[in-house]
């Protein structure tokens, strides 16, 4: 990267350079986290999907209804009555 390129990430990301290589980072970083933490975790997400199905991955959309259900507006009645 030269200077100038390093100048605009800088500035852009307010970091000095693009990410280190995973051989540069400490090893510590890439340890497994504890499995007590995991476990409790995983049992939590299991909790919780297990109370709420209708909020599982990908079934985020919004709640449907019909239009009959919709009480009309004063907008739809001057429509209407043009």
């Known amino acids: 990267m030269s ?3 390093r100048k605009t990430f ?4 307010g970091t ?6 995973m051989e540069e980072l400490p090893a510590a970083s890439f340890e497994a986290p504890d499995p ?5 975790r995983q049992a939590r997400i299991r909790e ?9 991955e990908g079934d985020q959309a919004a709640p449907s209804f019909d239009v009959e259900d919709v009480p009309p507006t004063d907008s739809d009645e001057n429509e209407e009555g043009s």
């Open 16 to 21: 000095a350079g693009p990410p280190r290589r």
């Open 36 to 40: 007590e933490v995991l476990d409790a």
């Open 10 to 13: 800088t500035a852009r990301t």
């Open 48 to 56: 919780v999907r297990r109370k709420a199905p209708e909020l599982r």
């Open 3 to 5: 200077p100038d390129q």
